[in-house]
């Protein structure tokens, strides 16, 4: 029975406990959840930290990997001005062996900062004490590493740091034109913006609580959203070629006092653009380093009338409709008086009439008035419908570059001076891309590429978005395009330019152009002069343009033929082009 | 606790014997196969000791690679850091500004018409001529770096120097033994007593 007794009150008194430990536990559980929550979850939440994982922008790079724009690491140092104390802080030094404590005020430590960074210590101070109360204040942004280093080293109690990516074009102004600009919440012009998509980086954040000493608690780490990078955007140029293209047009630009220059290299069987360069430049670098009318690529963006280097595609096109061959006969007056208006055209060298100049002979001399002539043989809408086919006012290159202009043909019914005056470029306008398509045409056997600038988009995790290649569509037969090509070889053997045009060895297609510019009222003295062509003849593989705008000190396209020469120069160099091993056919200008 | 209705069941013969003799109770098979359990509570108990040991050596060790890698992942991030800083310095040595400037400091001049020569056959193509028209770049770079600040240039007195101890060594080729003194290359040149591959000209 004692037995009995003992078992049962065992049984109460572990029941007892039991019920004890729960009301216990219930206690504490309601003062955790309930009384000291709001305390409990503060302290939990400062040691609770959610940092950002920045993703880096992707660069963008030559056809040889030749780096254009990159992000580069910049930091930005901060001060928690709460912390500030006026008195300054002290910090341990070591001192010929002995340690000992040094106080530093706060001018003091500002001034050691601006010693290493060169920031203005009084705009610090203001910075620094606008909110005594504040927990976040900016005192220097974006220092580079070694700098950053040395303020951490400092190790002044109230500064922070915090990362600030940036851009960073290590070649400057080297296509700048192309690469475009960033402000500074994003992409403002150029391939930075066209191509964002594919540059573009996401931060991301990451989660994590931290211990009293500032540890991360393992196993506390949640990654919210990952960083992901952007993406590698392959431009088509080669960027030694696009520095020289710039410096050549740089030079020449300057020696003739020109507003402005474009140059093209473009790859005469892909459309690849190998160079597209423009004088002035941008420096992406520093924004300021350009006006505002020059820091976009203006042989994109900015039609103008190109002049006599349309030429080519008038005789081509008459060519192509069997209208006319090389050596079909002319005979150029003193001038051309368009029917019906009473208005004259002359050609740009006076003479009294009775030239007796071939196909080639107009082409080559470039008599404004052989062209008129010519444009007796074919409709209005015919010839408009060649220079649609040509690119001129029908869309873009196929570049695909921001902003890129159509230029403007007038359509049928036109006036009858334009529609004759069109047809050597005047009247109508085109880019410079659009001029460098027109010989990529005539060099490629009459098949027009779209011009590429862009060969493709690199993703972090190595996939490649490629840029199709676009599709050609033939303009001309390959019979008026090689024609062509070979009356235009003339312009280097038989013109008055020829001995500046030619590379010796090499058998070069090329065509003058000296343009009047439109102002306010008709036609003034202004020109825009251009030397339009292709090489080598016998197996064409690039195709350049170089235009310059308003030269001062020589207003023919004399002016552009050195740059031109020199620029095929380097293109045989860069691409060791070999020269010629057939000599060039006759091509009578006359008859 | 366990232990009770195997007493219980033993009672019985409890009575039927005689209270004079001092007799042991037989342990029964069920008592027999319940004194283990003394042994399993002892094993419950020690295995959780042992478990919370373990945990307390494992929070050490986590808490101690908790520290090792917020070091690590501070060093990993320190050193990309200054493998990007690196990679900067060197695009802004490589960019073509920069070559330009220290090789027009070297006095290399850019070259004319474009000349070939092929190895194979040791024939040259392209006509000779000298430079004629616009010689590109002969005045000096004209296309913008901000990133520039001269830190990229060579120290003229360094490559001097560097000449002048190879010309002190006897290494450096003088006019006297033929050498060409208009060379002014940045890398000293050697003999290479023929190691660089050349073609055999006719």
Not at chain 1, 27 to 49: C, E, M, W
Request: glycine share 10%; hydrophobic share 40%; charged share 20%.
């Amino acid at each position: 029975m004692i037995d009995a007794r003992t078992n049962r009150r065992r049984l109460v008194v572990a029941v007892l406990a039991i019920f004890a430990i729960v009301i216990v536990f219930s206690i504490r559980l309601v003062d955790i959840q309930v009384v000291r929550a709001d305390s409990l979850k503060t302290v939990a939440g400062t040691n609770f930290r959610t940092d950002t994982l920045w993703g880096t922008r992707g660069s963008i790079v030559d056809a040889n990997g030749t780096v254009l724009a990159t992000s580069v690491d910049r930091f930005n140092i901060t001060a928690a001005p709460v912390n500030v104390h006026p008195a300054g802080f002290e910090r341990r030094v070591e001192v010929d062996g002995t340690r000992k404590l040094v106080r530093v005020s706060v001018m003091e430590a500002l001034q050691e900062i601006s010693d290493i960074t060169g920031a203005d210590v009084q705009e610090m101070y203001t910075a620094l004490t606008r909110d005594p109360d504040a927990q976040w204040a900016l005192l220097v942004k974006g220092i580079k590493l070694d700098a950053f280093r040395a303020v951490v080293a400092l190790r002044i109690p109230w500064i922070y740091s915090e990362p600030q990516p940036a851009r960073s074009y290590p070649n400057g102004a080297i296509a700048g034109n192309l690469v475009g600009l960033m402000g500074t919440d994003g992409p403002l012009s150029g391939t930075e913006y066209r191509w964002n998509e594919c540059l573009a980086s996401h931060n991301g954040q990451v989660s994590y609580a931290v211990s009293e000493d500032g540890v991360r608690m393992p196993g506390s780490e949640v990654v919210e959203t990952p960083a992901v990078d952007g993406g590698t955007v392959h431009l088509t140029i080669d960027a030694d070629l696009q520095w020289y293209t710039q410096q050549a047009l740089a030079e020449q630009g300057t020696a003739i006092g020109a507003d402005w220059g474009t140059a093209f290299v473009v790859d005469v069987k892909t459309g690849k653009i190998r160079a597209a360069a423009d004088w002035p430049t941008v420096d992406p670098n520093d924004l300021n380093s350009a006006g505002a009318d020059d820091s976009g690529a203006r042989s994109f963006t900015a039609p103008y009338e190109p002049g006599s280097t349309i030429k080519t595609a008038t005789v081509a096109a008459l060519l192509d409709a069997g209208k006319i061959s090389a050596d079909t006969r002319f005979t150029i007056p003193s001038g051309y008086t368009i029917p019906g208006v009473g208005f004259t055209i002359r050609d740009s060298v006076l003479h009294g009439g009775g030239l007796r100049y071939t196909t080639a002979g107009v082409l080559v001399e470039s008599s404004n008035i052989g062209i008129a002539q010519m444009t007796e043989l074919m409709s209005l809408e015919e010839r408009i419908r060649y220079l649609h086919a040509f690119g001129f006012g029908n869309g873009t290159t196929g570049a695909d570059f921001l902003g890129e202009d159509e230029g403007f043909v007038r359509p049928a019914p036109s006036d009858p001076i334009t529609s004759v005056t069109q047809q050597f470029g005047q009247g109508m306008t085109a880019t410079s891309a659009q001029v460098a398509s027109l010989y990529q045409t005539i060099a490629n056997g009459g098949v027009r590429m779209p011009l590429t600038l862009v060969e493709g988009c690199e993703k972090p995790d190595g996939s490649y978005t490629d840029v199709p290649d676009g599709e050609g569509t033939r303009v001309v037969s390959e019979y008026a395009a090689d024609t062509t090509m070979r009356i235009l070889e003339g312009v280097t053997t038989q013109y008055h330019l020829a001995r500046v045009l030619a590379v010796p060895g090499y058998r070069i297609a090329a065509k003058s152009g000296t343009a009047e510019v439109a102002d306010g009222d008709g036609y003034g003295s202004e020109r825009i002069v251009s030397i339009a062509g292709a090489f080598p003849v016998d197996d064409p593989q690039f195709a350049i343009v170089v235009t310059f705008a308003k030269p001062v000190t020589m207003r023919t396209s004399a002016a552009a033929a050195p740059t031109f020469n020199a620029i095929v120069k380097q293109v045989i160099k860069t691409y060791r082009v070999t020269p010629s091993t057939e000599p060039a056919p006759e091509n009578p200008l006359t008859w | 606790m366990s232990a009770a209705p195997a007493l219980r069941i033993a009672q019985p013969a409890e009575t039927s014997e005689t209270p004079t003799r001092h007799l042991d109770i037989a342990p029964t098979r069920a008592q027999r196969r319940a004194r283990p359990r003394v042994y399993a509570a002892l094993v419950a108990v020690g295995g959780i000791i042992v478990i919370l040991l373990a945990q307390l050596l494992m929070s050490i060790v986590l808490a101690d690679g908790a520290y090792r890698i917020t070091s690590l992942q501070r060093e990993y991030r320190d050193l990309a850091r200054e493998q990007n800083a690196a990679q900067e310095r060197l695009a802004q040595l490589s960019s073509t500004q920069s070559l330009i400037d220290n090789a027009t400091a070297l006095g290399m001049v850019s070259s004319g018409n474009p000349m070939f020569l092929d190895v194979a056959t040791g024939q040259a193509y392209g006509t000779v001529a000298g430079p004629r028209g616009q010689t590109v770049g002969a005045g000096g770079n004209l296309i913008g770096n901000a990133l520039l600040d001269g830190t990229t240039m060579l120290d003229p007195a360094a490559i001097a120097g560097a000449r002048s101890a190879e010309v002190l060594a006897g290494t450096a080729p003088t006019p006297a033994d033929g050498g060409n003194v208009t060379r002014t290359g940045v890398t000293p040149e050697r003999e290479t007593g023929g190691a660089l591959p050349s073609p055999t000209t006719r």
